[in-house]
């Protein structure tokens, strides 16, 4: 009997409501009896009402606006924002719909898979009206490169078989290739494919992008294959990201192949198209090519400064420093100005030839001009003065880089380490360290080893001992990289003692070996006599199924060169325990002949 009172009552309210609404009596909204039913689930179910009563959403719109401008502080709950969208959709005020949902979705967290379920059980389940809704959610985040949220509203679509719309498909996979994710984009093609999407040409240039970053060539002519069974005809961005492709592989007839079917089909290439072409060739030093090449197309299109770029990096690479020069000042004669991109590549080839002096020449030069050097510029002259040693000059330049604006990235701080290392000045190569662990760069095994090479050179075996603690006590997190190249040095040296000490520590720090420590270990046993104990540190490589590959049987090969009959005899027991590939075996039979 309750149940019935306050369902009539409920009755009585909503008619009331509607009444006043209808009149647009506001103001009467304001009433203690009205207000006092206003809760997040009222609100909800008053603007459901509403939509039913008339064709239109504006009842439930005006409803919806006014509650928040007359209750202080008040916002509306997920559900009704989502309730209002989905009347403003069901009604096609689309316009309207997408903008509130932008506002909900930046404000709450809607991809969440029991967020999304709660709200769509909460409505009338319309598939259209969801997969508008949906599709929408997936380009909001998308755009924002928020790729794990828009996947998860995708995937929630998908397992209640809602088809998302076109347009929503090409954003998703577009900022999953911005993202480089292309195993993603393909993943989720073919779920879009299931789900009943067709594909246009916006999506199939977005999945030859994809091939384009990920250097597949396979790929990229399968995709051209189904655009064809589809009837789908590339347009100019399909074949310029195709020649681009080839050519980041070298494949040089495949890309004019692809020139020469995109002029039968009626479309002309453009200036991309000869640039992509030019730098195929310069990349691969053919340089005669480029340049006939590049005569050929004078008359179709106007080069502009990247083919010039591209021209003049081609000659500093091919070491014609004098002809890149020139074509510079042509490039100048017809109107089209040097970027940094173009004084990089000469700047590079002068430091190459150790012409600092005229590499700060080149310097003043683009100073003048106002051109601002970039990270490049600043790192190729910090590495040539480290490689001479000079290591004042190269933290001036550091300095001056750090004054204009710039960060350091990993190669400022590889060449300052290794400059410092080369000069034997071991204190300021690991504060440079500690500072490029406390930019978040991680530190390869390379740039340990050329600490641990530069406090050899100082006959400084305590001062190697003990650095895997001195970093950790600096805060660096110490992986196997450090361990390895002092284990390596250590056993080069023939100094097993060390290498074991440093061996214990490792695994004392919880830090497991790999194929380089063990097979360090290993070949420098076998090298002083200890056979048996060589052979039991492969006995636990075979157990921790840890195997030799090409990389580290040709550096230890180059490692010690000096030592061929030894290490033949040490690759055959190897061999006899299974801890190679064929691949391996093959390449030391082709050495062996």
């Given at each position: ?49 509403l ?28 559900q ?27 404000r ?92 246009n ?8 992008n ?73 990349r ?65 080839k ?67 380490i ?95 070996g ?43 090969n ?27 075996l ?6 062996q002949?």
């Amino acid at each position: 009997m309750s149940n019935l009172t306050s369902l009539n009552h409920e009755t009585h309210i909503i008619q009331a409501l509607f009444a006043t609404i209808l009149k647009g009596n506001f103001q009467n909204l304001t009433q203690p009896k009205i207000t006092s039913t206003l809760t997040s689930t009222t609100i909800n179910k008053y603007l459901l009402n509403l939509s039913l009563y008339t064709e239109s959403p504006h009842l439930s719109l005006s409803l919806y606006k006014w509650v928040e401008s007359i209750i202080p502080h008040y916002k509306h709950s997920i559900q009704s924002s989502w309730t209002m969208i989905h009347i403003l959709t069901k009604h096609t005020h689309f316009k309207t719909a997408h903008h509130l949902l932008d506002k909900i979705a930046h404000r709450d967290f809607l991809s969440s898979s029991s967020v999304l379920t709660a709200l769509l059980a909460g409505n009338d389940n319309d598939p259209v009206v969801n997969s508008h809704v949906l599709s929408w959610l997936v380009i909001h985040y998308a755009n924002k490169r928020m790729n794990q949220e828009a996947v998860q509203v995708f995937e929630h679509m998908r397992g209640y078989g809602y088809k998302p719309h076109l347009p929503a498909c090409t954003v998703l996979l577009n900022s999953l290739v911005k993202d480089r994710m292309t195993d993603m984009v393909f993943k989720l093609y073919k779920k879009m494919v299931k789900l009943g999407v067709v594909a246009n040409l916006h999506v199939y240039n977005v999945l030859v992008n994809a091939c384009c970053k990920g250097c597949d060539v396979e790929k990229v002519e399968k995709v051209l294959s189904e655009m064809e069974m589809n009837g789908v005809s590339p347009d100019l961005f399909t074949f310029n990201t195709m020649i681009a492709l080839y050519n980041k592989k070298g494949m040089h007839y495949e890309a004019l192949n692809v020139q020469d079917r995109m002029e039968r089909s009626g479309i002309n290439p453009d200036i991309i198209t000869y640039n992509s072409i030019i730098y195929g060739f310069c990349r691969e030093g053919r340089m005669r090519e480029a340049v006939r090449y590049f005569r050929e197309i004078k008359d179709k299109a106007n080069p502009n400064h990247v083919t010039y770029t591209t021209l003049i990096d081609g000659y500093c690479r091919m070491n014609d420093l004098d002809e890149a020069l020139r074509l510079r000042d042509v490039m100048e004669a017809k109107g089209l100005y040097p970027s940094v991109i173009t004084y990089n590549s000469i700047l590079h080839k002068l430091c190459e030839e150790g012409r600092l002096r005229d590499a700060n020449k080149l310097l003043n030069e683009m100073s003048e001009k106002r051109i601002e050097p970039d990270n490049v510029t600043c790192n190729t002259l910090i590495n040539a003065y480290c490689k001479i040693g000079d290591m004042m000059s190269a933290t001036k330049v550091k300095n001056k880089m750090l004054e204009a604006g710039l960060k350091q990235d990993q190669f400022t701080y590889k060449a300052l380490i290794h400059g410092f290392c080369k000069m034997q000045d071991m204190d300021n190569a690991k504060e440079i360290l500690f500072a490029m662990s406390n930019a978040g760069i991680s530190i390869s095994y390379h740039t340990y080893s050329w600490l641990v090479d530069g406090f050899c050179n100082q006959n400084d075996e305590n001062a190697l001992v003990t650095l895997p603690d001195e970093f950790a006590k600096k805060g660096l997190s110490v992986d196997v990289s450090l361990y390895r190249a002092l284990i390596r040095k250590f056993c080069k040296m023939e100094k097993l003692d060390s290498a074991e000490k440093i061996f214990d520590l490792m695994q004392k720090n919880g830090i497991n070996g790999d194929s380089v420590v063990y097979a360090s270990l290993a070949y420098g046993y076998w090298r002083t006599g200890l056979v048996n104990v060589a052979s039991d540190l492969l006995v636990e490589m075979d157990k921790r199924r840890l195997m030799i590959t090409l990389k580290i049987y040709r550096c230890f090969n180059a490692w010690f060169a000096e030592d061929k009959d030894v290490l033949k005899t040490f690759w055959s027991h190897v061999v006899d325990r299974r801890l190679m590939s064929k691949s391996i075996l093959r390449d030391m039979n082709v050495q062996q002949q």
